[in-house]
């Protein structure tokens, strides 16, 4: 079992839609937990970070966390082109090192 | 505020040729310092990070290794180049605390052995 695993995707969305990106993890013992952007050819952003269950949002985007279940989401509302992309999750472990999963790639279609 | 400078920004290299790839950060002391690949359509491999000047750990095994002569300073070395040391080779750096951070990634050099 992978530390942190995401769907690969793709995951196509319509413009304006709302898009729901999914994260589990194997550690129970995660502390905080962490969204990045990467365009194609770029470095990973970092967009959003969580460290208490329930919801944080900024602006379109909103990070879910549920320790109990072991999951971390995204949503991402009113979709735009622009926010085609691959999106990774990240979950610290000991040391402050983090464990990435393998990326969901995003596509929204205008 | 922090910056990342990661140079050069592209690099074609012949296979069995050295590599000297550098990376600084500015505006911060002491920062956790990462060296990823990544492999094209894959995901991130971490290959060595350092949490002070001197002080490498290596994630995997391979031809590869690091340096950290100054606190800011992160250097990824390489004797001689393999075809499959190709990818996108990505510094970060972090702060270090209870909880953890986030790392903040510099822009990334695209090697590629020929």
């Known amino acids: 079992q992978k530390e942190v695993e995401q769907n690969s995707g793709p995951l196509s969305v319509p413009e304006g839609a709302i898009a729901s990106l999914n994260c589990t993890y194997s550690d129970r013992g995660s502390q905080s937990f962490f969204w990045y952007r990467q365009y194609s050819g770029k470095s990973p952003e970092l967009i959003m970070s969580i460290y208490s269950n329930g919801d944080k949002e900024d602006g379109r985007f909103t990070a879910q966390l549920n320790k109990a279940s072991q999951y971390v989401s995204l949503l991402i509302r009113d979709s735009q082109p622009s926010d085609s992309a691959t999106y990774l999750c990240a979950v610290n472990r000991a040391g402050n090192m983090l464990t990435f999963g393998g990326g969901t790639r995003l596509m929204v279609k205008p | 505020s922090q910056t990342i400078h990661q140079w050069p920004a592209t690099l074609v290299q012949p296979v069995g040729s050295p590599l000297s790839l550098e990376c600084t950060v500015e505006?911060?002391?002491?920062?956790?310092l990462y060296w990823y690949r990544q492999a094209a359509g894959r995901g991130l491999q971490l290959l060595f990070y350092s949490v002070g000047i001197g002080q490498i750990s290596s994630e995997v095994p391979q031809n590869l290794s690091a340096s950290r002569p100054q606190d800011r300073q992160f250097i990824l070395s390489s004797k001689k180049l393999l075809l499959s040391d190709s990818g996108f080779y990505l510094c970060?750096?972090?702060?270090?605390?209870?909880?953890?951070?986030?790392?903040?990634f510099g822009s990334g050099t695209r090697l590629t052995v020929v």
């Open positions: 505006g911060t002391s002491n920062p956790n």
């Open positions: 970060a750096w972090s702060l270090t605390g209870p909880l953890g951070y986030g790392y903040t």
